[in-house]
């Protein structure tokens, strides 16, 4: 069974970085792709961007590109996002996810990490 | 960036009744659409993906249909666990976008 296990809640004052984790067990990340969303509180979904950890080739959305880097490390079966510069309206839970059949379509999901950012 | 435009925001449904969820994308998206349930408090859960495509383990209630730029998800039989937000995704280029999701309760 897939699974993939994300890192805990963080809490962020403005301007600092977090950066989150996100293990995967039971399907070897180099054989898919890993996109992160996010989803602020009471909204929908946002797609960050995503990482081919074969090569560590990223895509971003436009509004993402200076705001999130994506790293993985196929050693440890593991991605990372990490966040910069937070602002308040960072606050949100972050989801990994994977995509295996085809490269846009998540079919695991991790259980989300929450990101606060306050002061 | 291609926005998907979903509809209703909200509906509910008595057990039993047959339910639509539909989206519009700005342009043709070759069937790579996707669609996702997110129960209160989890994770989103694909459903359906290359538009028709029943996930693995999903039940044959749920089916999706459409081209273009049209797309519906239809549950035939709304049972209480259905009870949660759908959001429907293209995959047919980046950015990756998402409808902003239907709220589907029980009446």
């Known amino acids: 069974e897939v699974q993939l296990q994300q890192s805990g809640a963080e809490l962020g004052k403005p301007g600092t970085s977090v950066r989150l984790s996100c293990k995967v067990s039971?399907?070897?990340?180099?054989?898919?792709?890993i996109h992160w969303v996010n989803q602020r509180p009471g909204k929908g979904l946002e797609w960050i961007g995503r990482i081919d950890p074969a090569n560590g080739n990223t895509i971003y959305a436009e509004k993402f590109k200076t705001k999130a880097t994506l790293t993985a490390d196929p050693s440890s079966n593991t991605a990372y996002m990490q966040l910069s510069q937070l602002k308040s309206d960072d606050t949100a839970i972050f989801f990994c996810t994977m995509a295996v059949d085809f490269p846009g379509v998540m079919d695991a999901w991790g259980q989300g990490a929450s990101v606060t950012v306050s002061s | 960036d291609i926005q998907m435009t979903q509809s209703p925001a909200s509906l509910s449904a008595s057990l039993g009744e047959a339910v639509s969820i539909e989206c519009l994308a700005s342009e043709g998206i070759s069937n790579d659409l996707a669609w996702y349930q997110q129960k209160s408090g989890k994770s989103p859960q694909l459903l359906i993906y290359a538009a028709s495509r029943l996930q693995d383990g999903v039940p044959s209630r749920f089916s999706g249909s459409g081209s273009g730029t049209r797309y519906s998800l239809k549950i035939s039989g709304m049972q209480p666990e259905d009870e949660a937000d759908y959001f429907c995704?293209?995959?047919?280029?980046?950015?990756?976008?998402f409808g902003s999701g239907t709220k589907l309760e029980i009446k």
């Open positions: 039971g399907y070897n990340i180099k054989s898919a792709y």
């Open positions: 995704q293209q995959n047919y280029k980046y950015p990756l976008t």
